[in-house]
């Protein structure tokens, strides 16, 4: 069934269909998508808003408030996960003075078609020419494109990358998750293979639409840090998730789209119950989440460290 998302009388009577729509277009579509699910009456979820997008959508949170209905912002892996993990790591902290983000992975089968981009092309593109933004001695800044470089010794399988930072919808919500616990810093890293890199700031436009001619064979890791004091000791806190390849389907792929379902089945059947707008970490019950992605093959490690 088709329809132009900017088409809102025809988009919503086709939404009015569901009970709840997963948006997984492009960011720059995320708003004139949420006023078609108003008008529709469906509950409203997508995989992020590259900060900007995720700043506006959250202004409609008294118009879905009103309406009894759920919005998730951002409910990939990043962001997404990021923001569960960052919370589930810090749920009995007294304060979080610092998080950071990083995402990288590992491809074991590197396709060898030219021109295969891991998703969107217009995302990857905004993501490496856009400033990013950080949360850095309380305030948000902007930063040059693909600076903050830094090289970092991830678990195995994924070991040692290269990273830089990126605009990521993390930066535009967890500083106010966390504004009453005296946040200081928040960042978001990625591992990008260079050569991908330069082949999308190079290109003239989009590559055509391409299938692997080979099955994925990846791993991609996100890992989440936090540092702050519990009952007045300082404590330092990692996180990772690591998801694998399976059959058709890159981690890249699954990571993404499990934990989109997962909460969506949340709101249909009613465990998430919060109407308005909403980043992951405000609303998103983490049990019945973790046992979701678990079932999936998804391995979640915790790690601390107090007193240091």
């Known amino acids: 069934m088709a329809a132009d998302l900017c088409d809102a009388p025809k988009l919503a009577g086709i939404l009015g ?3 709840l729509v997963i948006n997984s277009t492009s960011h720059h579509f995320n708003l004139p998508v949420m006023e078609s699910a108003l008008k529709a009456g469906c509950h409203y979820l997508d995989l992020g808003g590259l900060f900007h997008f995720t700043r506006r959508q959250l202004k409609l949170h008294p118009r879905f408030a009103r309406a009894g209905l759920t919005a998730v912002l951002g409910m990939g892996c990043a962001p997404g996960l990021t923001n569960l993990m960052v919370r589930e790591l810090t749920t009995d902290w007294d304060a979080v003075h610092q998080v950071d983000i990083r995402v990288a992975g590992v491809d074991h089968n590197p396709s060898p078609e030219p021109g295969m981009v891991p998703y969107a092309f217009r995302t990857l593109l905004e993501e490496l020419t856009l ?5 850095e001695n309380g305030k948000w800044k902007f930063v040059p494109p693909r600076t903050g470089n830094e090289r970092h010794a ?3 399988p994924v070991g040692m990358k290269d990273l830089f930072y990126t605009l990521h919808s993390e930066i535009a919500t967890l500083p106010l998750y966390f504004k009453d616990r005296g946040i200081r810093r928040v960042t978001f890293r990625i591992g990008l293979d ?5 082949q999308v700031l190079t290109a003239k436009g989009p590559p055509p639409f391409m299938i692997k001619k080979q099955p994925p064979l990846d791993e991609e890791m996100a890992l989440v840090e936090a540092s702050g004091t519990r009952n007045a000791e300082k404590i330092h806190a990692t996180m990772v998730c690591l998801a694998r390849s399976r059959g058709d389907w890159s981690a890249g792929d699954l990571d993404t789209a499990c934990p989109a379902s997962a909460v969506a089945s949340l709101i249909l059947d009613k465990t998430i119950l919060t109407p308005g707008v909403h980043p992951p970490e405000n609303m998103v019950p983490w049990p019945p ?3 979701a992605l678990k079932k999936k093959g998804f391995v979640f490690e915790k790690m601390e460290e107090t007193g240091t």
């Open 17 to 19: 269909l569901g009970g």
């Open 131 to 135: 400033k990013p933004a950080v949360f």
């Open 154 to 156: 991830f678990p195995p």
């Open 194 to 198: 260079p050569a991908l890199c330069e």
């Open 289 to 291: 989440l973790l046992r």
